[in-house]
T-cell receptor, first 114, second 116 residues
């Protein structure tokens, strides 16, 4: 089955700096790659996603890149703010007989220091 | 956007009892729902895929007799943790795609289960 690896597990940046989180996936059939932000005790919130027919997508301060050949994708947050502090999860969605599952990476705890 | 409601948000129970968690799609029909478990400071681990009108599909290592899933209607899936033990204490979250053939997931608010 699909396996998603995520690095780093913890990331600390100064306010205004950029943050980059990287993920790799194993199943070449995966075609949808969402990124979620989760605050303590709350549900994951989708912040951006990318499909396998696109190499890059940007939404204001957040961008995601996808390299299908290498099976890796990255999240880039620019001009970080203290409210960006949270746990970020990458995920991959493989097509399977049971429908679309979402397999999560281990998560990255981002700290943005004011 | 699509809304998924999960209830209860927090439950405390005694060891050996069973706990039922409900997941409802409020403004769309969900033939498929997913159940995840999240331990503190860890990722969301997919437990099972709930299929309306048929048996759930469990991930490897998840005991189907321990975690009973019922998806009796197009808007409701339930997860029952049977004979709960302290090691079952966790955050349980459901999700559902807003339409057939779509892999975007909308998540419930989660249920924090504490087994004493």
């Amino acid at each position: 089955g699909e396996n998603v690896e995520q690095h780093p597990s913890t990331l600390s940046v100064q306010e205004g700096d950029s943050a980059v989180i990287k993920c790799t996936y194993s199943d070449s059939a995966s075609n949808y790659f969402p990124w979620y932000k989760q605050e303590l005790g709350k549900r994951p919130q989708l912040i951006i996603d990318i499909r396998s027919n696109v190499g890059e997508k940007k939404d204001q301060r957040i961008a995601v890149t996808l390299n299908k050949t290498a099976k890796h994708f990255s999240l880039h947050i620019t001009e970080t703010q203290p409210e960006d502090s949270a746990v970020y999860f990458c995920a991959a969605s493989p097509v399977s007989a049971g429908g679309f599952k979402t397999i999560f990476g281990a998560g990255t705890r981002l700290f943005v220091k004011a | 956007g699509a809304v998924v409601s999960q209830h209860p948000s927090w439950v405390i129970c005694k060891s050996g009892t069973s706990v039922k968690i409900e997941c409802r799609s409020l403004d769309f029909q969900a033939t498929t729902m997913f159940w995840y478990r999240q331990f503190p400071k860890q990722s969301l681990m997919l437990m099972a895929t709930s299929n309306e009108g048929s048996k759930a599909t469990y991930e490897q290592g998840v005991e189907k007799d321990k975690f009973l899933i019922n998806h009796a209607s197009l808007t409701l899936s339930t997860l029952t943790v049977t004979s709960a033990h302290p090691e079952d204490s966790s955050f349980y979250i459901c999700s559902a795609p807003p339409g057939t053939g779509k892999n975007i997931q909308y998540f419930g608010a989660g249920t924090r289960l504490s087994v004493l």
